[in-house]
């Protein structure tokens, strides 16, 4: 099926009536496959999908006639702890595949007399849910926070929300957007959208890095990157394989990485798997650093949990935090491809540790106050 769908991608104008035609044929056949041939595990994912939803009914009862709820997907780590780190209302909720789900949970919004419904990115079926709760009652405000930028849309998934929603937007289903990249809501502000600007922030108690006394060696951390070339893996290990004396701890870890560690000798400790993000931050707290590389990104939560957690973080020039300050100067990266110049950026921070660490608390004071009042103006009625 997948080599059926590149052959006629390279053949076929990806706008023409045909390619949708067949897209639309593709889907239908690849989704009845999957599921005749993962008959018992996708009716264990509906029961899941199923139980969400009166979760998420239950949940809505709590904010009974508040200003707002914030629908967001717990499975979509980055999302879910950015939409933690910003609002109280929130309210789990994963994909929708029934209409009668759909229907109770636009019901559940009505008869909790809610006056705005946040969507913190958009899961499959949650374009119906909009729709629904409009034509339910016309009043109650549709916003949606847009998480990806302008890269994403190279995947179909991405690419297809987006146009559902922005067609929702023209229909007057969705009312506003926000954007957690000043580029982004530049953009969508200059042509003419209602939108909001919004900064992912995290809140961790007991932060602090942990000394472990059984390893001299410098520990350096890379995650979440696993195969995705925008996360630049191989990079950030090369780079650690030049600091004197390093273990990388890489979490997950792929077949690929593995073996790229064995070539370069890279003395490593490792996760094959995704882990929770509660196991994360307690692992990080043995690093002396961690870096996070990558091509593209909006708001990543990752270098903020780091810091968060005591322990200092690289990370790549395409997002805001730290812009123009001193901070910035230390660990901003401006060649994320240039394993030498990062193994640099990694002692240059390492021999200023204390002074970055101190920079960083001052920063996060301001930027804590920042984000409240972006919260605010975005959740007014």
Not at 257 to 276: G, H
Request: some cysteine; charged content about 30%.
């Amino acid at each position: 099926m997948q080599k059926l769908k590149k052959m006629l991608k390279s053949l076929i104008k990806k706008d023409s009536f045909l390619y949708k035609v067949l897209r639309k044929i593709y889907h239908f056949l690849s989704t009845m496959k999957y599921k005749m041939t993962n008959y018992k595990e996708v009716k264990e994912q509906n029961k899941k999908y199923s139980k969400r939803v009166e979760e998420a009914i239950e949940k809505m009862k709590q904010y009974k006639e508040k200003s707002y709820i914030v629908f967001y997907n717990p499975t979509w780590l980055g999302v879910a702890g950015s939409t933690l780190g910003l609002f109280e209302n929130n309210v789990p909720l994963e994909h929708l595949y029934q209409k009668k789900e759909i229907q109770k949970i636009a019901q559940a919004v009505i008869q909790n007399k809610i006056q705005s419904v946040i969507f913190s990115q958009i899961c499959d079926g949650w374009t119906s849910l909009i729709e629904h709760i409009k034509k339910e009652d016309p009043r109650i405000q549709i916003k949606v926070i847009w998480h990806g930028n302008c890269y994403e849309y190279f995947s179909d998934f991405t690419w297809n929300l987006n146009k559902e929603v922005m067609q929702l937007y023209k229909k007057e289903k969705i009312d506003s957007f926000a954007f957690v990249r000043s580029i982004m809501y530049e953009f969508y502000k200059k042509l003419g959208f209602a939108c909001y600007y919004l900064q992912n922030n995290v809140h961790k108690e007991n932060a602090g890095k942990i000394v472990n006394n059984e390893n001299a060696k410098t520990k350096i951390g890379i995650y979440n990157a696993d195969t995705r070339e925008l996360k630049n893996i191989y990079t950030a290990l090369s780079a650690m394989k030049l600091v004197p004396n390093s273990v990388a701890d890489v979490v997950p870890i792929n077949e690929g990485a593995k073996q790229f560690t064995q070539m370069l000798s890279l003395d490593t400790t490792s996760i094959n798997d995704y882990i929770p993000n509660e196991e994360l931050m307690k692992r990080i707290q043995k690093n002396d650093i961690n870096i996070y590389p990558t091509f593209t990104e909006n708001a990543p939560m990752f270098p903020l949990e780091s810091f968060e957690m005591g322990v200092p973080c690289l990370l790549g020039n395409n997002n805001d935090y730290f812009v123009g300050t001193k901070l910035g100067e230390y660990v901003i990266l401006e060649r994320e491809d240039d394993a030498v110049y990062i193994k640099d950026k990694i002692m240059n921070v390492l021999a200023h540790k204390d002074e970055v660490m101190e920079l960083y608390q001052s920063w996060k004071k301001e930027f804590d106050q920042k984000c409240e009042k972006l919260v605010e103006e975005f959740i007014k009625i």
